[in-house]
């Protein structure tokens, strides 16, 4: 669970997480369980990054967004974007889906899964774009970018991903749209159930 750790593009553990624990609607997760059990039966497995985010997570990413001093994870995150379009590109947002419980960011894992190497604050920044040889090690599948990429080339369908990149992002796309997620288009991780239990609702308690 990337936002109870400091590697995520602010570079600190975010607000509102006490625990890396996966929330999420019981109609939510009900249907992950039916992806994975479909994924395990091909020799794979889903891992999760992210899930149910409070509000307060939320609102601790608009405070860094507007801090345009702190780019500590630039290299890695948003090589190319400058941080002062955050919201016009919308790549930040006030309100996220995810505090309404039936969103998660996830990817696939070939099994048997190898270690993922930790993450040490200060260490060298990769570009979550570049080959996967350099990016930063994650024992997933190559979906042509890191998570939380803050690039265009994250566009589920962006036409300069092919081959098997783009494979394994149909593959997780078709898998989770089988068990009744939704992907958005901007992010190839990102997927919502649907219909949604709590359309209009923003949550704001802890994870944890």
């Known amino acids: 669970m990337r936002y109870w750790t400091p590697h995520n593009f602010m ?23 039916r992806a994975q059990r479909s994924f395990l039966r091909r020799g794979f497995s889903l891992k999760v990054y992210d899930c149910y985010r409070p509000q307060r997570a ?21 090589p190319r974007e400058d941080k002062a379009k955050l919201f016009d590109d919308g790549y930040i947002a006030a309100k996220s889906g995810h505090s309404r419980g039936s969103t998660v960011d996830l990817t696939l894992v070939r099994l048997p899964a190898v270690p993922t190497l930790p993450y040490v604050p200060g260490e060298p920044l990769t570009s979550c774009y570049g ?20 690039d265009t080339l994250a566009h589920t369908l962006d036409p300069r991903i092919h081959g098997r990149q783009l494979s394994n992002r149909l593959l997780l796309k078709s898998g989770l749209e089988r068990a009744g997620f939704v992907n958005l288009p901007e992010e190839w991780w990102h997927f919502t159930f649907q219909p949604e239990p709590f359309p209009d609702t923003y949550f704001d308690f802890p994870v944890g």
Request: glycine share 10%.
């Open 131 to 150: 080959p996967k040889a350099t990016r930063f090690p994650d024992n997933s599948l190559d979906m042509g970018t890191g998570f939380d990429c803050f």
């Open 11 to 33: 570079g600190v553990p975010v607000d509102g997480y006490r625990r890396p624990t996966c929330l999420l609607t019981r109609q939510a997760a009900r249907a992950l369980h």
């Open 58 to 78: 939320v609102d601790h990413f608009v405070r860094w967004a507007k801090d345009l001093g702190d780019q500590r994870m630039k290299g890695e995150f948003y």
